[in-house]
C-alpha cells in the first residue's frame, strides 16, 4: 500500500505539427509527428513519483502496444501499478493533438480505456484508498468511480484533493467530500459561475466552494500563480518566471508536485512554492510526461531561485 493513492486517466497523445489547422476537406502535410504520454492523471502520478512521493496509481490502459509500454514506464518512475488495469479488445485512452507554427493547439480526445473506470472497476482497489494519507483525482475518468472512490477516503480520514479538469458541474455529494481543490480560473468558473479576474473575484469563487464544505480552494492562475484560501482567508501565492515554452501538463506537474509536498510536511505556503517550481521547469519543455522533472532538477531550481 502507498501513502499517496492517485486516480485517473492515461492517454497516449499523437502530436502533429502543421503549418495550419486543415479546413473540413482539405489536406495538409504536417511534420515532427510524437506519440507523447499524456493524461491527467497519468501526468500528475509521475510527476509526484519523478519528486519520490510513495505513489500507487488506479487507472485503465487498453491492451495495445501503448497500454503495454506505458505500465512499464510507470514502473520505471517507481509508481506501484497494482491498480493499472488492462483491459481486453480496448484501446487505450488517446489525445489527437494539432500544433500549428503560430502555437495554437487543436485538440480531440477520445477516452476509450478510461471510461472504464467506474465505480464497480475500483471495487476491488478500494483498500488502496483506505490505507492512503492522500487521494488525487481529476475528471477525466467517469463521474461514479470518482465519487465512490471520494466517498470512502472521506470516511477512513484520506485526504481528498480534486483537480477539477476538464471543466464540468459537479455533484454536491462529492464537493463535500473533498478537503483541497485545485481548479484554474476556467474551471473555478464552470464550478461557481464566478468569472476569476482578479482577488475580488477569485475570494467570490473560493468562499462559494468553501460553501459546499472544502477547506481549501486554490485557484491556479498560469503564469501569476495560485490563489489560496482557507477558512475564508485567501492570498495570491505567485509562481517563478521562466521562458514557457509548452505549458502542457502545467497544472499537472503543480497537482502531482504539490501532494508531495505535503505528504513531506511542508507547510501549505512551501507546498506551493514547491509545485510552483516543478511547473515552472515544465513549461521550459515540450509535451506531457516528458517536460515533468526530477527531484534533483527541482531541488537545482529552487537553489538558483532563492
Ligand atoms: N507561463 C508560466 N510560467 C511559470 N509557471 C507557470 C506558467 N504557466 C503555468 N505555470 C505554473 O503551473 C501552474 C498551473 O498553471 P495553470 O493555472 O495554467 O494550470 P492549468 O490551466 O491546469 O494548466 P494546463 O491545463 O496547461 O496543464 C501555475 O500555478 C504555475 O505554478
Do not use: W
Not at 488492462?86 to 500549428?100: E, K, L, R
Not at 476538464?166 to 473555478?188: F, G, K, Q, V, W
Amino acid at each position: 500500500m502507498n501513502k499517496l493513492v492517485v486516480l485517473g486517466s492515461v492517454n497516449a497523445d499523437h502530436v502533429l505539427q502543421v503549418p495550419s489547422f486543415p479546413r473540413p476537406g482539405e489536406t495538409l502535410h504536417g511534420r515532427n509527428y510524437q506519440v507523447i504520454p499524456g493524461g491527467k492523471g497519468a501526468n500528475q502520478a509521475v510527476a509526484a513519483a519523478r519528486l519520490k512521493a510513495d505513489i500507487g496509481f488506479i487507472a485503465c490502459v487498453g491492451d495495445d502496444p501503448f497500454g503495454v509500454n506505458i505500465r512499464e514506464s510507470f514502473k520505471c518512475d517507481g509508481i506501484n501499478i497494482g491498480g493499472v488495469k488492462m483491459q481486453a479488445d480496448c484501446p487505450t485512452g488517446i489525445a489527437m493533438i494539432q500544433v500549428s507554427d503560430s502555437g495554437e493547439n487543436s485538440i480531440c480526445i477520445s477516452a476509450e480505456a478510461n471510461a472504464k473506470l467506474t465505480a464497480e472497476a475500483i471495487e476491488p482497489e478500494l483498500e488502496r484508498i483506505r490505507q492512503a494519507e492522500y487521494l488525487l483525482m481529476q475528471l477525466e475518468t467517469p463521474l461514479d468511480g470518482i465519487e465512490l472512490a471520494a466517498q470512502i477516503a472521506k470516511r477512513h480520514d484520506t485526504k481528498v484533493i480534486l483537480n477539477p479538469a476538464p471543466a464540468r458541474e459537479l455533484p454536491e455529494s462529492l464537493l463535500a467530500c473533498i478537503d483541497i481543490i485545485t481548479p484554474n480560473e476556467t474551471e473555478a468558473e464552470v464550478l461557481t459561475g464566478v468569472k476569476v479576474e482578479d482577488d475580488v473575484s477569485a475570494k467570490a469563487a473560493a468562499d462559494l466552494l468553501h460553501g459546499k464544505g472544502i477547506e481549501t480552494v486554490m485557484i491556479t492562475l498560469g503564469a501569476k500563480g495560485v490563489y489560496v484560501s482557507q477558512n475564508g482567508e485567501g492570498q495570491i501565492v505567485p509562481g517563478f518566471r521562466v521562458e514557457a515554452t509548452d505549458t502542457t501538463a502545467a497544472g499537472d506537474t503543480f497537482n502531482g508536485a504539490f501532494v508531495t509536498g505535503l505528504m513531506e510536511s511542508m507547510p501549505l505556503k512551501s507546498a506551493i512554492k514547491f509545485a510552483h517550481a516543478a511547473a515552472a521547469i515544465s513549461v521550459t519543455r515540450f509535451g506531457a510526461q516528458t517536460s515533468i522533472p526530477t527531484r534533483d532538477e527541482v531541488n537545482v531550481f529552487l537553489k538558483e531561485h532563492a
